[in-house]
């Protein structure tokens, strides 16, 4: 089994769009790994955000690694879209997939790193089928669709099953978790094991780079 070391994942979601570049080179340069990119289209999620325009005029400016998170129905249809647009790797929601070994199957035909996430009242069971597949599950902690969201505490439990099953079928996936993540709260969210851990506001509400840092310090 590979070795987890935990991640902080901005989440663009919560930036300020007039200095949107300038913005994610200033997560960047603390080192971060990851940027989380949500993709909704006001039907899966009343929300609706940006989409494959904005992610390829961003590659152009940026190494990291590209986590894009579609909370969109069927979203089998823009693999390929998303792909070309600098994806490096795809979330789709179990919810939202009709055939969701297909649809993670296309990502890896892709070349990219599938993702399945599961919002708060779906159960971990509903997944088991694919967890060998994946690259990364992640746990929705807030309802998808709007940023700011309180953290629901109760998805931790989800965390740790997820944990124990990888370790009990020597999986190599990562677990991700997503909404109502702050300085707060991260260090028990940390604790239940996680290895990537989604913050927007947290991040981009202030000095970016102090508050990665401080968010950090308990990772």
Do not use: W
């Amino acid at each position: 089994m590979e070795k987890f070391i935990k991640e902080l994942a901005p989440s663009i979601l919560a930036a300020d769009f007039n200095r949107l570049g300038k913005q994610i080179k200033e997560v960047s340069s603390t080192g971060t790994k990851y940027l989380h990119i949500d993709v909704m289209d006001g039907l899966f999620v009343p929300s609706i955000s940006f989409g494959m325009p904005l992610i390829a005029s961003i590659r152009k400016e940026s190494s990291m690694f590209f986590d894009v998170h579609l909370m969109i129905n069927e979203p089998a249809r823009y693999l390929n879209d998303f792909a070309k647009a600098g994806a490096d790797g795809i979330t789709v929601h179990k919810e939202a997939c009709a055939d969701l070994k297909g649809t993670i199957y296309g990502i890896k035909k892709l070349g990219l790193k599938p993702s399945v996430s599961i919002n708060p009242e779906t159960p971990v069971q509903e997944i088991e089928d694919v967890l060998e597949m994946v690259h990364m599950v992640l746990v929705m902690s807030v309802h998808p669709g709007f940023g700011g969201q309180k953290f629901i505490g109760s998805t931790l439990e989800k965390v740790r099953l997820l944990k124990e099953t990888r370790e009990n079928n020597k999986f190599n996936y990562k677990i991700e978790i997503d909404g109502g993540v702050n300085k707060d709260n991260i260090a028990e969210i940390a604790e239940s094991g996680v290895d990537v851990i989604v913050a927007g506001t947290a991040v981009f509400n202030g000095n970016i780079t102090e508050n990665i840092n401080l968010l950090k310090e308990v990772l």
